[in-house]
């Protein structure tokens, strides 16, 4: 099966930037696709942003946009969220998953899941 892992996660105050990054098992995301997710407490799961590795092409939730980028490293074949003017909104557990093909908005469509890493942003 393959094992996704995240890092990057801490605590920020806002208007500051983390960098979050998923890492797979297999070395290599080539033929995936992969989204973050987050999820706060009492909240349902909430896409943030996806992209296709082998395109490139990347979308963004309305919430992020502007704000987030999603990248793929293929030198170190991760894929990083860079996540800037960061608001106490934000504060979530993030979570990166994969699947086989295109990337999604549903959580129900991806296969693979990392463990989530914790994002806190103060005020």
């Known amino acids: 099966q393959v094992q996704l892992v995240e890092s990057g996660g801490g605590l920020v105050q806002a208007g500051g930037s983390l960098r979050l990054s998923c890492a797979t098992s297999r070395g290599t995301f080539n033929n995936y696709a992969i989204g973050w997710f987050r999820q706060a407490p009492g909240k349902e799961r909430e896409f943030v942003a996806r992209i296709t590795w082998s395109s490139g092409y990347s979308n963004y939730a309305d919430s992020v946009k502007g704000r987030f980028t999603i990248s793929r490293d293929s030198g170190q074949n991760t894929v990083n969220l860079q996540m800037n003017s960061l608001k106490p909104e934000d504060t979530a557990v993030y979570y990166c998953?994969?699947?086989?093909?295109?990337?999604?908005?549903?959580?129900?469509?991806?296969?693979?899941w990392g463990q989530g890493t914790q994002v806190t942003v103060s005020s």
């Open positions: 998953a994969a699947r086989r093909g295109v990337s999604s908005v549903d959580s129900i469509a991806y296969n693979y």
